[in-house]
Structure formats: structure tokens, C-alpha cells
């Protein structure tokens, strides 16, 4: 007889009554969704002094985690600059996500700051799987502690996503660096990113509802030459006001998912800084 290709096929469901059971296929139904606004998910990465602790702190009935090592909350609670709200240190990673899911009663959730959450993790790793080893037969071996490190940070975002379903907004701030980009398309170029592993920073904007890049609006005054003015060198000149940018450009990520214009304006105000994201997040347009 001849042998046919056909795939094998499973081996029938066993139930307790050893008869067996024919698994039917649970078809979905295809309809209109109902356009429910449902909190966002942020991503707030910026230069350093811009205010992201402060943002946070003025968030909607916020709970702020501090990782190990940031102290900027306390410092501006101590100098009177922000008001006096929940707030927790986190030193360990699985206390962490033990914390995550008895916090549904505020409504906001502000991480402060991803690197040292991510810091957390790659410690939790290391010591689990590779004995506390951070060399070249350890963690950074082939890079497998940083990939076996994305699976337990999805459990991070999986849990920010069950608070998330019960209305609460997520907030995760980011401290930012200027890296060089190698780019494929032409010359390379300085970019300010993350300060954390880039694996990290893809699975993690990917998962955000809005990613914003927070800095100082700054004009350059080059000096007069014969160069063309891209190749000028010129002078950093104000640099006091801040802006947001909601989408990405070559020097930066960003993007959002609520048609933010592409630069938001903050007020001189600290205090003013949320009210002035939120508002721009809940200014929606029906689209018809």
C-alpha cells in the first residue's frame, strides 16, 4: 500500500469516564466593537530634570513604586514641591509582582523608574539561572540572560495589563541617554533612547498605548561659515521650556494611539504637567 503524506492525527481527549470527547470549535463572532475609552498605558521617557516624578505625583489618585535607587519623589516631597501620596519602595523583583495586583484601588500606577525594575529582573535571572554569575559563562553568555529576562518581564506587563482591565491608568517612567544609531538606510546618527536593554524597550513600547519623549526645546545659533547649515557647529541657546513629542522622529521614539498633536506645549507649572497630558488624551475625536 502505498504512504500517503498526511500529518498524524492527534490521539482522541480522554475523559475521567475513559469514553472520548470530540473538542468543538469554539467559532468567534465577527460584529462592531463598542467604542469604550479605556485608560492608557504610558510610556513617559525624558532628559533628566523634566519632571517625570512630578507628572506622576499629580496623576489621578496616583500610587507611585519606586525601584531601588530612586530617591526623586522623596527629595521633591521634602522640599515641598510635590503633594504627599501612596507610595513604595520595591528591592526585589518577585515582591514586586506580588504588589502589582493589590493595588486596583488607585487610579493611577506610576513605575519609577523601568531601569531599575529592569535591574530587578536581570538580578531575579541571575541568581535563579546562573548562580550569580554576571560574566561570560553566566548572564551575559550569548546574551541568554537578557532573552531568558523578556520572559519574566512579560509577566510584569501581564499583570500592569489585569490592573489596566479594572480602569487603571499605567504610567512607567523612563530616565533616557544619547546612544549612536547605526542606520541602514544612510550615515549614523546620535538618538536618545532608554536606558535600558533594548529588548526590553521594544517589548515594552510595543505594549504601550503612548510613548512620549519629554525635553527642552532648544534653538541653535550657528556661527556664520560656508558650510552647508547641516554640517554647521553650533551653539545650544534657552533650553527652559519643555515639550512632548508624540511621534517618532530619527532622534527619538514615540508615538501614540489617541492622535496627539505631535508636540504638546507644558506649562512653566510643575503641577500643571499631567493635567496638561490628560487633557490632550481624553480631547478625543469621533471618527465616524
Known amino acids: 500500500m502505498a504512504k500517503t503524506n498526511a500529518p498524524a ?12 470527547a470530540t473538542i468543538k ?12 475609552f479605556k485608560p492608557p498605558k504610558i510610556l513617559l521617557n525624558a532628559v533628566e530634570g523634566f519632571g517625570k516624578t512630578t507628572a506622576g505625583a499629580y496623576s489621578l489618585n496616583p500610587v507611585i513604586l519606586q525601584a531601588r535607587g530612586e530617591t526623586g519623589y522623596e527629595t521633591l516631597l521634602g522640599s515641598g514641591l510635590v503633594p504627599s501620596i501612596d507610595a513604595a519602595r520595591i528591592d ?3 515582591g514586586l509582582l506580588e504588589l502589582i495586583p493589590t493595588l486596583e484601588g488607585f487610579g493611577t500606577v506610576n513605575l519609577d523608574a523601568i531601569g531599575g525594575f529592569e535591574r530587578l529582573c536581570h538580578e531575579f535571572i541571575c541568581d535563579r539561572d546562573f548562580n550569580d554569575d554576571w560574566g561570560e559563562k553566566g548572564f551575559v553568555s550569548y546574551q541568554k540572560g537578557y532573552d531568558i529576562a523578556i520572559t519574566e518581564w512579560i509577566k510584569l506587563l501581564s499583570a500592569l495589563d489585569r490592573l489596566h482591565d479594572k480602569g487603571v491608568v499605567i504610567v512607567i517612567l523612563s530616565h533616557c541617554k544619547v546612544k ?3 542606520n541602514p538606510m544612510g550615515a549614523d546618527y546620535d538618538r536618545y ?3 535600558v536593554h533594548d529588548k526590553t524597550w521594544s517589548i515594552t513600547s510595543k505594549w504601550a498605548d503612548a510613548v512620549l519623549f519629554g525635553n527642552f526645546f532648544t534653538v541653535v545659533e550657528t556661527a556664520r561659515s560656508n558650510k552647508p547649515e547641516a554640517l554647521k557647529k553650533g551653539k545650544g541657546i534657552g533650553g527652559t521650556e519643555r515639550v512632548i ?16 498633536p505631535p508636540v504638546i506645549d507644558i506649562p512653566n507649572e510643575p503641577d500643571k504637567m499631567w493635567d496638561t497630558i490628560w487633557g490632550h488624551i481624553t480631547n478625543r475625536k469621533k471618527v465616524k
Open 180 to 182: 549612536p544609531f547605526r
Open 245 to 260: 513629542y508624540t511621534e517618532r522622529r530619527d532622534a527619538f521614539d514615540a508615538k501614540n494611539r489617541y492622535n496627539l
Open 9 to 20: 492525527m492527534p490521539p482522541p481527549l480522554q475523559t475521567n469516564n475513559n469514553k472520548t
Open 193 to 195: 533612547v532608554s536606558d
Open 92 to 94: 526585589n523583583w518577585l
Open 25 to 36: 470549535p469554539n467559532m468567534p463572532n465577527v460584529g462592531k466593537l463598542d467604542a469604550v
